[in-house]
């Protein structure tokens, strides 16, 4: 599979703060990105996901940036909460929808403290 | 978000005996689920991919005799840990696409071998 890159591993933030998780990719076939959220003991959710023909996608407080030429895209996380406290997994896969085989970065722990 | 139900959640089994998974589409036709593992504070590996009435497709480095996996319908599809050893203990995970959506992921169910 191809490489989805990661970055942190870890973050800790403050509520109220920004939390923000970065990803990278190398296939330049990938065209659909979707971010997941995880609770301990519980499968991955979609939290938001987007398309490369647009560059920022928002919904609620989570916001996808996506810089296509340097095949990087990340989470913005605004006004942290500590139920936002969870493990989060950036994906990236074709956009076939009925058999996409998504490629998943290596997560990130975050952790929103008072 | 579409539904997806894994069962069971959690079982325990002792070594050399074998565990079903089932993994179900609650409310839309799954054309493709995908079953994944994951190991503590890991990523999700992608073991094989399995579509609606035909052999599913395994991942390299996955035994395939190991891991029997079953989509006799188009909402159902099932995980069967032949002969099972403490080394299989993990966490699966399944996940069900269709044409017209994205992936959705069960609950997730822990194995342990004993």
């Known amino acids: 599979q191809q490489q989805v890159k990661q970055s942190p591993q870890s973050l800790i933030v403050q509520k109220g703060g920004i939390s923000i998780i970065n990803c990278a990719y190398e296939?330049?076939?990938?065209?659909?990105f979707p971010w997941y959220q995880q609770f301990p003991g519980k499968g991955p959710a979609l939290l938001i996901a987007i398309r490369p023909d647009v560059s920022e996608k928002k919904e609620g407080r989570f916001t996808i940036s996506f810089n296509k030429s340097a095949k990087q895209f990340s989470l913005h996380i605004m006004d942290s909460q500590p139920g936002d406290s969870a493990t989060y997994f950036c994906?990236?896969?074709?956009?076939?929808?009925?058999?996409?085989?998504?490629?998943f970065g290596t997560g990130t722990r975050l952790t929103i403290i008072p | 978000g579409a539904v997806v139900s894994q069962h069971p959640s959690w079982v325990i089994c002792k070594s050399g005996t074998s565990v079903k998974i089932e993994c179900r589409s609650l409310?839309?036709?799954?054309?493709?689920m995908f079953w994944y593992r994951q190991f503590p504070k890991q990523s999700l590996m992608l073991m094989a991919t399995?579509?609606?009435?035909?052999?599913?497709?395994?991942e390299q480095g996955v035994e395939k005799d190991k891991f029997l996996i079953n989509h006799a319908s188009l909402t159902l599809s099932t995980l069967t840990v032949t002969s099972a050893h403490p080394e299989d203990s993990s966490f699966y995970i399944c996940s069900a696409s269709s044409r017209y959506t994205e992936a959705f992921f069960g609950q997730g169910t822990r194995l342990t071998v004993v």
């Open positions: 399995s579509n609606e009435g035909s052999k599913a497709t395994y």
């Open positions: 296939n330049t076939a990938f065209d659909y």
């Open positions: 994906a990236a896969s074709t956009h076939n929808f009925g058999n996409e085989k998504l490629t």
């Open positions: 409310d839309f036709q799954a054309t493709t």
